[in-house]
């Protein structure tokens, strides 16, 4: 028996254990009273607001599909891109770096639009590198922007940045730019060749790929009431740390890890605000996605069950 498969699922399921600990300790003297009506409070507009900024950052990741395939040269449907690209998504945020919830959906429904395996390969890496380009350049701006942001984390943080952190950050960014305009050589992964994209598919990679970041913060930002609130430049850097924190971690859905530096990272305002913003984020963007995304699968699934008895 390989050990190798559990050493992630272990990981995950301790990082879970330890950030709910910690969370007892920060939210021990919060009752349910508390976070109840702190729901209450969100009004019907920021409800609204934050459904659409769910769906910024649903629509931003079928992007993603759609200028891998660009890469490659291939044509699908947008329709099923975007069904795909939103059920790959809803499983992976919440099971966690797990084969099973990016890479083998996405196998099954390309190569039945006639991708290749090695294709599917490069889709996912290609999306996977456009998320994480949104990330160093996202974080890059907020810490050129709000350099005293990591001061809020200062007692748990193991390191520190600043505005030459955001610098450095862009420059990384700017340097994957400047490949793709001269053309540097192809990254090789074994036997796979990863090519830079062409000029015009990495400006539009550039602007995709912080949007689903932006739309995900914002979902918390306009949940969260206005009394100490620290605007949303400062959430969104907050939820750049966390986010990271969680994949990291990987912990399913970065549970408690996401509540845990959300709390840290926020201590002029009410922690039962903070964690009622927490679990309408859960809600939009993990739960009911999920619930969606399982029927999409099934429905796929005897779908190409009824193909192959014909």
């Not at 995950?12 to 330890?18: P, S």
């Not at 290749?116 to 998320?131: I, N």
């Not at 420059?171 to 730019?177: F, K, R, S, T």
Request: proline fraction near 4%; hydrophobic fraction near 55%; aromatic fraction near 12%.
């Amino acid at each position: 028996m390989n050990a190798k498969k559990y050493i992630w699922p272990a990981v995950g399921f301790a990082a879970v254990i330890f950030s709910i600990w910690l969370l007892y300790h920060e939210l021990r003297g919060l009752s349910l009273d508390e976070l109840w009506d702190s729901l209450m409070a969100i009004s019907g507009k920021d409800w609204t607001l934050a459904i659409c900024a769910t769906l910024l950052a649903y629509g931003a990741l079928a992007g993603y599909d759609r200028l891998a395939l660009m890469h490659l040269g291939r044509k699908v449907n947008w329709l099923f891109v975007t069904v795909c690209s939103f059920t790959t998504y809803a499983l992976s945020h919440n099971i966690g770096a797990s084969v099973f919830s990016g890479s083998v959906v996405r196998y099954r429904a390309y190569t039945a639009k006639g991708l290749s395996g090695a294709e599917v390969g490069v889709l996912v890496a290609f999306c996977s590198f456009t998320f994480a380009l949104g990330t160093i350049m996202l974080t890059g701006i907020v810490f050129l922007l709000e350099p005293a942001l990591f001061e809020r984390f200062v007692d748990v943080m193991p390191m520190a940045a600043s505005s030459a952190t955001g610098i450095f950050l862009l420059m990384l960014v700017a340097i994957y730019v400047i490949g793709s305009a001269l053309h540097f050589k192809p990254l090789r992964l074994g036997s796979l060749q990863v090519h830079y994209p062409r000029l015009p598919i990495v400006a539009r990679q550039l602007l995709v790929a912080p949007l689903e970041l932006i739309g995900a913060a914002a979902i918390i930002y306009f949940v969260l009431p206005e009394a100490g609130n620290p605007g949303y430049l400062v959430i969104l850097g907050i939820f750049l740390i966390s986010f990271s924190a969680a994949l990291l971690s990987n912990a399913p859905g970065g549970l408690g890890v996401l509540e845990l530096v959300f709390i840290t990272g926020l201590p002029e305002m009410d922690p039962a605000d903070v964690l009622a913003a927490l679990l309408v984020f859960r809600l939009l963007y993990l739960i009911i996605p999920l619930i969606m995304a399982l029927f999409v699968v099934i429905g796929f699934e005897r779908t190409q069950l009824g193909h192959s008895k014909e």
